[in-house]
């Protein structure tokens, strides 16, 4: 089992800046991937970024040169640095981990944190 807990989030100036952060504990040695998804109002749950544990990265094409993915292992945790902010950037985000037991891969979720984007 693995536990996702988010912070950072909130209420942000279009062109702002904002810096989301996910504490990962239990099962910590399965995680191979971590990252973050967003689900903004009316729309599906999409992948934003991810890393893995050799810091191979991977972004939505839209939030590319914008939004940084990093991960700091000693502290278990990993960031999303999120910069040049724009409305349609406005979701609940989500930490994610992808575990990898015995070949077999299982997801988990946090519950989430807001951001609102919006003079």
């Known amino acids: 089992q693995v536990q996702l807990v988010e912070s950072g989030g909130g209420l942000v100036q279009p062109g702002g800046s904002l810096r989301l952060s996910c504490v990962v504990s239990?099962?910590?040695?399965?995680?191979?991937?971590v990252g973050w998804y967003r689900q903004g109002p009316g729309k599906e749950r999409d992948l934003v970024a991810t890393i893995t544990n050799n810091r191979t990265t991977a972004y939505k094409s839209s939030v590319k040169g914008r939004f940084t993915i990093t991960r700091d292992n000693a502290k278990s945790a990993v960031y999303l640095q999120m910069g040049s902010l724009q409305p349609d950037d406005t979701a609940d985000y989500y930490c994610?981990?992808?575990?990898?037991?015995?070949?077999?891969?299982?997801?988990?979720w946090g519950q989430g944190t807001q951001v609102t984007v919006s003079s």
């Open positions: 994610y981990a992808r575990t990898t037991l015995k070949g077999s891969n299982k997801d988990y």
């Open positions: 239990g099962n910590i040695g399965s995680v191979k991937t």
